[in-house]
């Protein structure tokens, strides 16, 4: 079973705006991760954050995390073409198995 | 510093046969970890090696199975393949277990059964 959902399932931006999607997880996590993956290649790893953290940057990424809502949002700030992809996000339950969601397709148009 | 290899990167098998998938993982890294991807099911988590043993195994049949060698490298290896066993295999491969440390990821092996 997947531990996360990604929302909303495809997203279709202008080049410079901001992107948001969100990821919704069932159990506890000891933490969450997110990928983006270009077309049917391998996953990049793009940010992890823990249990115990509420938010992190990197570069023009920011990651928050509500472990109340059992949720977490990824923003990617003034996209480029070149973040055309998709995103999953993959919650780190118990026993450390990673579990991924359906994925996020986003397409920023020129 | 080279990244994760996978090999072969394709192949096309026929319904019945066996295939056997390999990884490599980066220089250091003891954890391996391989998944399937499929348009309808999404990523899911096959099994995951650490240190040559099998630490979490995902819900695949016995026809999935793998291993790990003493240099961290890893086999998949699928049995009596089915036509939905066609899938991108994903290897990832991290410094300490997987759902701790960062994974990464490799190219994949694209697998088609006919």
């Known amino acids: 079973s997947q531990q996360g959902e990604e929302d909303p399932q495809a997203l279709s931006i202008q080049e410079g705006e901001n992107a948001t999607m969100n990821c919704s997880y069932k159990t506890s996590i000891n933490n969450l991760q997110w990928y983006r993956q270009n077309s049917g290649r391998g996953l990049v790893h793009l940010i992890l954050?823990?249990?115990?953290?509420r938010e992190k940057h990197s570069g023009r990424l920011r990651v928050t995390l509500d472990t109340s809502k059992k949720s977490s949002s990824l923003l990617i700030t003034a996209s480029r073409a070149a973040d055309t992809a998709s995103y999953f996000c993959?919650?780190?339950?118990?026993?450390?198995?990673?579990?991924f969601g359906a994925g996020t397709t986003v397409t920023v148009r020129a | 510093k080279a990244g994760v290899t996978q090999t072969p990167r394709y192949l096309i098998k026929t319904r019945g046969q066996q295939v056997t998938l390999s990884c490599s993982p980066i220089?250091?890294?003891?954890?391996v970890s391989w998944y399937q991807q499929t348009p309808g099911q999404g990523l899911q988590f096959l099994f995951e090696?650490?240190?040559?043993?099998?630490?979490n195994k995902g819900n695949f049949p016995g026809r999935f199975s793998g291993r790990q060698f003493s240099n961290s490298r890893s086999e998949m290896n699928v049995s009596t393949l089915e036509l939905g066993d066609s899938a991108l295999y994903l290897c990832?491969?991290?410094?300490?277990?997987?759902?701790?440390?960062?994974?990464?990821f490799g190219p994949g092996t694209r697998l088609t059964v006919l």
């Open positions: 220089s250091g890294h003891r954890s």
């Open positions: 993959a919650g780190s339950q118990g026993d450390y198995k990673l579990s």
């Open positions: 990832a491969s991290s410094r300490g277990t997987g759902g701790v440390d960062t994974q990464y």
């Open positions: 954050i823990r249990s115990n953290e």
């Open positions: 090696y650490f240190s040559e043993t099998q630490r």
